[in-house]
């Protein structure tokens, strides 16, 4: 009997059925001038693998029925600071999340910007309700407890000189350049509420974020915000870890040349705070994609569990 117990255990772990997951989808459809090379959506891919890989919410569809209106608004993401447009005929599957990415000339070294996205919405109270939540009651309460948006936008600075490499395990010298995977990591944070969610400044008190997990990261002392009066970043003067190593946190509002920062778990815990279901405070890179030849050993693997174990049977 030992043989087959071994079988069907292997057996229930591989069927099983796959944990949620948030769908982050980067669309590049206002990408006219072709800013986003092969290699720089690559990095783009690997951001969303790493937000897709560590958030487990369950949200639901944006569908509007013959009598509901759902209208998307983002801000241009190719002029971000000084228009907004709306996405035309926009619906949102159950559990994704759509960020619009552009590329604009901003001057100087802001090296993005980044934030959810707007609507307006007609319909029965519950379809309004459901778009507002997608299905996080948090959401609707009064202060917010959650955050769950349709979507946002990234726009990069197109003056800036960006170092893109699409094996995000390795990180080669780049001297003189900025980071395309600490950005967008960085502004796709944003997107999902830190500095810009309603559930991120109920917990705003003076210059500090009190939220509870973030403030047990911090040693019980509730983190500092930069005291430039959005309450939108951390202070530089506050240390997160990576892994067991310190770093500024991600979510603080320089980012240096050269240099690749990721998410500590002070960054992490505090899009826990605002209502995400985060899976690790250590998640740093998304995990690599499987080639198909994985599969297939692995499978076969199973096959020769399987024809052994009767074997012996």
């Not at 709306?86 to 619906?91: E, G, P, Q, S, W």
Request: hydrophobic letters at 40%; aromatic letters at 10%.
């Amino acid at each position: 009997m030992k043989p087959y117990f071994a079988v069907a255990a292997l057996g229930c772990i591989l069927c099983a059925a796959p944990v949620q997951a948030v769908d982050i989808v980067f669309d590049y459809r206002y990408d006219s001038a072709g800013f986003f090379t092969t290699e720089r959506r690559a990095v783009l891919d690997g951001v969303a693998r790493l937000f897709s890989d560590n958030l487990t919410d369950s949200l639901s569809a944006i569908q509007p029925g013959p009598d509901e209106l759902f209208v998307a608004r983002i801000y241009n993401p190719l002029d971000p600071l000084n228009s907004s447009i709306v996405v035309d005929n926009l619906t949102v599957p159950a559990d994704q999340i759509r960020i619009f990415v552009g590329a604009y000339d901003f001057g100087g070294q802001t090296l993005g910007v980044g934030g959810p996205g707007f609507h307006s919405l007609g319909g029965s109270q519950a379809f309004v309700n459901q778009v507002e939540s997608r299905g996080q009651p948090g959401a609707l309460f009064n202060p917010a407890t959650d955050f769950a948006p349709w979507g946002g936008t990234i726009t990069f600075g197109s003056q800036i000189s960006w170092y893109a490499d699409s094996d995000l395990s390795t990180v080669e010298s780049f001297g003189g350049q900025f980071d395309l995977y600490t950005v967008a990591v960085h502004e796709t944070a944003h997107v999902l509420g830190i500095g810009t969610a309603d559930s991120w400044f109920a917990q705003v008190v003076g210059d500090t974020f009190t939220g509870t997990l973030a403030t047990s990261i911090n040693g019980g002392i509730a983190p500092a915000l930069r005291s430039d009066g959005s309450d939108a970043h951390f202070a530089s003067t506050l240390t997160g870890h990576v892994n067991g190593a310190g770093q500024v946190p991600l979510l603080s509002p320089f980012i240096p040349p050269g240099t690749r920062r990721y998410m500590t778990d002070l960054d992490w815990a505090a899009l826990d705070d605002i209502g995400w279901q985060v899976a690790s405070l250590q998640a740093t890179i998304p995990a690599p994609v499987p080639e198909p030849g994985t599969w297939a050993l692995l499978a076969g693997g199973l096959l020769l569990v399987g024809v052994s174990a009767r074997r012996r049977t």
